[in-house]
């Protein structure tokens, strides 16, 4: 059965929040997903750490059998091969398309976060302070001093910058492209999530994939 573009309007549902957005995206003017017909799709992380690899890699492929992870059809024992060779690898084990994901960059950004004053409910002693008349000053202050003033801070955030493409192997062409941002990656199952979910949300603008329903 043909679902590819199935299981890719599925992905949108991983994750509820996101800490990741597109950038910028381009698609083949002449082809969408759904004219491919994708069975079998490999995904290729590209990144020096295999532990990462293999870990972006079994993320994505475990949202449906439709996705295989390419350490196991390109590892150590075949990288040295020519690129026709590698293709033939791929046209032998009948796969029809590749989605690859790498990191382009990496940002770091520094914004100032304002602090807080709460000096503006010195209007409200007669209402919500009311309770504290007869009380000292040094009980008032004891007990409200330290949320008086919160100081303002600058806070560095660290972007990453992530491309994902799709391939066709039938046509041997890039059909879709797109770069994402992401920051406060934490967990790198989540972000993979953020990032696909990213990618449909945007396919699905460009015309890759049909609306939302």
């Known amino acids: 059965m043909k679902?590819?573009?199935?299981?890719?309007?599925?992905?949108?549902?991983?994750?509820?929040?996101?800490?990741?957005?597109?950038?910028?995206?381009?698609?083949d003017p002449d082809t969408t997903i759904a004219k491919e017909h994708f069975e079998k799709v490999l995904v290729v992380a590209l990144v020096k750490d295999e532990a990462t690899r293999r870990t972006t890699e079994n993320r994505i492929a475990s949202s449906d059998p439709i996705f295989k992870s390419s350490y196991a059809y390109l590892n150590g024992t075949n990288l040295n091969l020519t690129q026709e060779q590698k293709l033939k690898i791929l046209n032998d084990e009948n796969f029809d398309g590749v989605v690859t994901m790498r990191l382009v960059s990496t940002e770091k950004e520094t914004n100032y976060v304002?602090?807080?004053?709460?000096?503006?409910?010195?209007?409200?002693?007669?209402?919500?302070?009311?309770?504290m008349y007869g009380y000292g000053f040094g009980n008032w202050y004891g007990m409200y001093s330290p949320n008086f003033y919160d100081p303002g801070y600058?806070?560095?955030?660290?972007?990453?910058?992530?491309?994902?493409?799709?391939?066709s192997l039938k046509q041997n062409k890039l059909i879709w492209t797109g770069t994402t941002k992401s920051s406060y990656v934490t967990d790198l199952g989540q972000t993979v999530d953020e990032i696909m979910r990213s990618v449909v949300?945007?396919?699905?603008?460009?015309?890759?994939?049909?609306?939302?329903?």
């Open 201 to 213: 949300e945007q396919m699905r603008k460009d015309g890759s994939l049909a609306p939302k329903k």
């Open 154 to 167: 600058y806070r560095e955030t660290t972007y990453y910058m992530v491309e994902t493409n799709i391939f």
């Open 114 to 131: 304002p602090g807080t004053n709460t000096s503006l409910y010195y209007g409200g002693m007669g209402g919500m302070y009311g309770g």
């Open 3 to 27: 679902k590819f573009f199935i299981v890719l309007s599925c992905i949108s549902l991983f994750s509820c929040g996101s800490n990741t957005s597109i950038v910028n995206s381009w698609r």
